[in-house]
Every structure is written in structure tokens, then in C-alpha cells.
């Protein structure tokens, strides 16, 4: 259901107006019920064209006000801001040039919040394929969002039911609440998996030899709050709330406990979009997933040795660190930093994404990725999936181009379970690396 949009944009403008005359800049509305409603409904965080930043260090100044940064356009962001991070964008110089909220933008958003399963049917439909697929597949909840929803991981392998001695190979998805062409992929991926095992030969041969897990929502809470309205809500974050302020969530891909918020990539004010929380693993979605990856260890060795963590939008594929520009890091050497530039640039040459270092966007902290390498020792990437960046339809496409769009990383997927019994092959190493 769609609100009548000029009732809408009236709210809306009324709210913001409310914020910006009634509110001290880093504190959250006091509002009055009836502003506060519809504050619940329409958010004052929206999207900003922001000038004036071409380098990735402006880029990171720009990161920096605790804005999100949703593109790179040249010389031109477009960005996730509420007022505060609006103000502070200006004050340090950038141009800021509001854009239409994406709730009124139904003529040119094509995506109606039916186009994707919700939390409850991606459930149901996993469901079902795990029943199709009994001796394929398995689901096991491994924890709990903040309200309460189950995080589940499904295992895809031959013999699923039993823990063998294959290298895993993890999946995680839907992290950012509206990313939801993410969750899509996750099921593309089940379905793909379930219906070719057994007579494609490559798919065949890697559940044979791989055992997959895929988190198809690592946000639940989050994808709820923004698509079940009706209405996108362009949410990002968990749905945590914090204590001394109204604000809500915590960006889980800040919250890491890997260098948490070492390095000016992530916020302190709970009212950013890149809020890292009160401490690392201090969002529940964070703690579960990491526990997870933990309890692949066995007899001192993590099973795991590949994952993607599945985003949008840009058209990226993106590898380990964010934390710093330097190529080479801590526990990141030339080898370890080469095998990923080259099994990311195979998977990029695939799908038509652009292959680069993490920071090469801006610098991020306490994000998935540094902690699955810098911790685990995992190789990892992060996916920014379609449409790239300057594309209208941004976080919410039209149903239309899933298909398309999750078929696209097809072999991209393949690519990385091949590659997974010995990342270091990539580079002619194998023998130095992963002698058995
Ligand atoms: O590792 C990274 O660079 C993460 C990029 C990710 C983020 O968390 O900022 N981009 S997104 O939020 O637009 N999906
Ligand atoms: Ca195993
Ligand atoms: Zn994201």
C-alpha cells in the first residue's frame, strides 16, 4: 500500500522542518506524537547529492560526518544523511543538495515492497527447498535479532548431515536492512543449488566437495521495519535501540571486533547511519554471526575459508582492509593481499563489477570483512550488487531485474568454491601455501 503522495511529501516536509528548526545539531527530535508518528513512518534520514569530494581521502572526510555513502559518482556522492549529518556536511564545506525522498519516488521507483520475498516468505520458501532437497540441505537457526527473529544459516553439501572434512565456504546477506536485492541472491543461490545438484557437473562436483553456508538475512529486524510497512523506509541499520537517545540501530558493518572504530570509519553518534555501537559485537546480529564463524573452528583450525557478504549497490567486488589505504597491513601480506586481487578480479571479470581494495571507496571500520580476515584468516569479500552507481533505482530496482541480477553472479559463486580448497593457486602458490 502506497500512502497518497501529496499528503506524504506534506508530512514529510513538516517533519524535516520540525527537525531543523527544533533540533540542537547531534541530538535527536523531542517531537510532538503527531510529528513523532509520522517520524515513525518517514524518517528523517534521506538521501543527499553531495559535490565537491573526487578523492577517497574527501571521500572519507565526507564518511567521516557519519553519513553512508550510497555512491561514488566522480566528483559527486550520493549519500544517507539525517540533519546532523547534513549540517556537518556543510559546515566542513561540501555541497549538499537534498534529493526526492524514496518513498515519493513512485513513478521512477518501480520496486513495490511486494517485488521481494519478505522476512516471513524468504523463511517459508527456504523452508520448502529444505524439504525439497532433504539430503541437500539443512537449516539451523544460529541465534536471535535484537527483536527476536531467528538468524538462520542453511548448509548446502552432499551428506548435509554430517560435519566432513571439506572446506566451507560462507555466504552472509541482507546485513543492511534495504539491501533486499541481497536476500534475493541468497534464494537464486538455494534454488540454483537444489535444482542442478546431480546433473550440472560444476555444481555437483563443489556440494560434493564444499560445504556451503548461506545466512540468507543477517538483519531480519531491519528488513521487517523497511519493507513490511508497505512503504520502503530506506533503513539501513539493526532496529537496537540506544540508551540516552531516541535514536535507533546500530550499522552492523561497523561493529566488528577487528580495529573497532580505530580509524575514523565508522560513527559514535547512535544518531548516524554508521553508528558502530557502544562497543564491538554490542548489536546481537553482529555477536550471532561472529559466534557462528567462531564455532567453525575445530581442532584449532577455521573451516572457512571463503566468504562473500552480499550488498548493494555499485557494482563492486571489494576485499580486505577498510581500515587503512595501505595495500599490505597487519596479518595482510603481499601474498594473502595478491590471492584476493585475484580471485576478486576473476569473479569481477565474470560479472562485470569493478575489482578494488575496500578503501579504495573510503574508509570503513569494524566492517565484516576486516574482521573475517584480520581474525579468521578467511579470504573475503564484499559484493555490491546491481544497479551501479548514478542508476535511479538505487537500493529498491524493480522485481524485473532479479532474475537478471542474481543469475549475473552465477559464476562468480562457482568461481569462488573452486577456488576454495586453496586460494593461493590464483597466484601459482599452491605449493608453498597449502601443501597438505
Ligand atoms: O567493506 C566495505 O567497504 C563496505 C562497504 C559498504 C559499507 O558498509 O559502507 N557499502 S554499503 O553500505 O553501501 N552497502
Ligand atoms: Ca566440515
Ligand atoms: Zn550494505
New binding site residues.
Given amino acids: 500500500m502506497r500512502f497518497p503522495k501529496r499528503g506524504r511529501r506534506t508530512t514529510s516536509a513538516a517533519v524535516l522542518l520540525t527537525l531543523a528548526l527544533a533540533v540542537p545539531l547531534g541530538a535527536q527530535a523531542t517531537a510532538s506524537p503527531a510529528a513523532d508518528r509520522s517520524r515513525a513512518e518517514q524518517p528523517a534520514e534521506r538521501q543527499y547529492q553531495v559535490t565537491g569530494a573526487d578523492t577517497r581521502a574527501e571521500r572519507t572526510a565526507v564518511a567521516d560526518t557519519g553519513a553512508a555513502i550510497d555512491e561514488v559518482n566522480g566528483d559527486s556522492l550520493v549519500v544517507t544523511a539525517g540533519p546532523a549529518e547534513a549540517a556537518a556536511l556543510r559546515s566542513r564545506g561540501f555541497t549538499t543538495k537534498a534529493l526526492p525522498d524514496v518513498a515519493d519516488r513512485d513513478e521512477v521507483l518501480a520496486a513495490a515492497p511486494s517485488d521481494y520475498h519478505s522476512y516471513a516468505r524468504m523463511s517459508a520458501a527456504v523452508d520448502t527447498l529444505v524439504r525439497q532437497y532433504p539430503d541437500l540441505m539443512s537449516r539451523r537457526v544460529i541465534g536471535r535479532s535484537h527483536q527476536g527473529r531467528e538468524i538462520f544459516a542453511v548448509k548446502v553439501s552432499s551428506n548435509v548431515r554430517v560435519?566432513?572434512?571439506?572446506p566451507?565456504v560462507l555466504f552472509t546477506h541482507n546485513m543492511h536492512a534495504r539491501e533486499h536485492l541481497t536476500t534475493e541472491m541468497a534464494l537464486y543461490m538455494l534454488r540454483e543449488f537444489g535444482t542442478r545438484y546431480g546433473s550440472d557437473a560444476r555444481i555437483t562436483r563443489m556440494l560434493d566437495q564444499r560445504?556451503v553456508w548461506i545466512v540468507p538475512s543477517l538483519n531480519p529486524d531491519g528488513k521487517v521495519y523497511d519493507q513490511d510497512s508497505g512503504t520502503w523506509r530506506n533503513w539501513r541499520k539493526n532496529r537496537q535501540p540506544n540508551s540516552g537517545s531516541t535514536a535507533i540501530g546500530t550499522d552492523i558493518n561497523r561493529n566488528f571486533n577487528y580495529r573497532w572504530g580505530c580509524c575514523g570509519g565508522s560513527s559514535t553518534s547512535p544518531s548516524s547511519q554508521t553508528y558502530r555501537g557502544r562497543a564491538a559485537e554490542s548489536g546481537p546480529e553482529t555477536k550471532v554471526i561472529a559466534d557462528f564463524v567462531r564455532s567453525?573452528v575445530?581442532g584449532g583450525k577455521q573451516?572457512i575459508t571463503a566468504h562473500i557478504d552480499w550488498h548493494t549497490y555499485g557494482e563492486l567486488v571489494l576485499w580486505p582492509y577498510g581500515y587503512t589505504y595501505a595495500d599490505t597491513a597487519a596479518g595482510l601480506t603481499q601474498d594473502d593481499r595478491d590471492a584476493h586481487a585475484a580471485v576478486g578480479t576473476q569473479m569481477a571479470r565474470s560479472n562485470g563489477y569493478r575489482p578494488q581494495q575496500s578503501s579504495d571507496l573510503y574508509i570503513t571500520d569494524g566492517t565484516i570483512g576486516d574482521w573475517m580476515w584480520g581474525s579468521q584468516k578467511i579470504f573475503t569479500y564484499t559484493f555490491e550488487m546491481y544497479p551501479p552507481s548514478g542508476h535511479r533505482d538505487g537500493f529498491y530496482p524493480p522485481g524485473s531485474v532479479i532474475d537478471r541480477e542474481t543469475a549475473r553472479n552465477r559464476e562468480a559463486v562457482l568461481l569462488l568454491l573452486e577456488n576454495a580448497d586453496c586460494m593461493y593457486r590464483s597466484i601459482g602458490k599452491a605449493a608453498q601455501y597449502c601443501a597438505t
Avoid at 560435519?163 to 571439506?166: P, R, S
Fill in positions: 560435519d566432513e572434512n571439506k566451507e560445504e567453525r575445530i573451516q
